[in-house]
């Protein structure tokens, strides 16, 4: 069964860091582009952060950028999202999500990721 699955979610104070996971199973990740999305409560999904095939990170999410990194271990299967100095809007649920095709660029939206994980929950809250 071909699936992702996120942890290392929970809550945090502001300025805090958590780092995210997301493992494949059932397929390689070496060649697939993996974004990271998150949906606020009442808001739309939205896409954070991308890394594709060769390791090339794209942000999507200004608000992101010098406080959230993208990496990917391909031995592990695995791909990480480090989130550092997080603030009460990071809040949300974090997907991963794989495109569908092997060396199919990052692209922000969502509709062209074919397989996705359950989410993780991130409370960002004093």
């Known amino acids: 069964q071909l699936q992702l699955v996120e942890s290392g979610g929970g809550l945090v104070q502001p300025g805090g860091s958590l780092r995210l996971s997301c493992a494949a199973s059932?397929?390689?990740?070496?060649?697939?582009?993996i974004g990271w999305f998150r949906q606020a409560p009442g808001k739309e999904r939205e896409g954070v952060l991308c890394v594709n095939h060769s390791g090339g990170s794209l942000y999507y999410l200004a608000s992101v950028k010098g406080r959230f990194t993208i990496s990917r271990d391909n031995a592990k299967n695995t791909v990480y999202l480090q989130m550092n100095s997080l603030k009460p809007e990071d809040t949300g649920v974090y997907y991963c999500?794989?495109?569908?095709?092997?060396?199919?660029?990052?692209?922000?939206?969502?509709?062209?990721?074919?397989?996705w994980g359950q989410g993780t929950q991130v409370t960002v809250s004093a």
């Open positions: 999500a794989a495109r569908g095709h092997v060396f199919s660029p990052c692209v922000a939206g969502s509709a062209v990721y074919d397989r």
């Open positions: 059932g397929f390689t990740l070496d060649y697939y582009a």
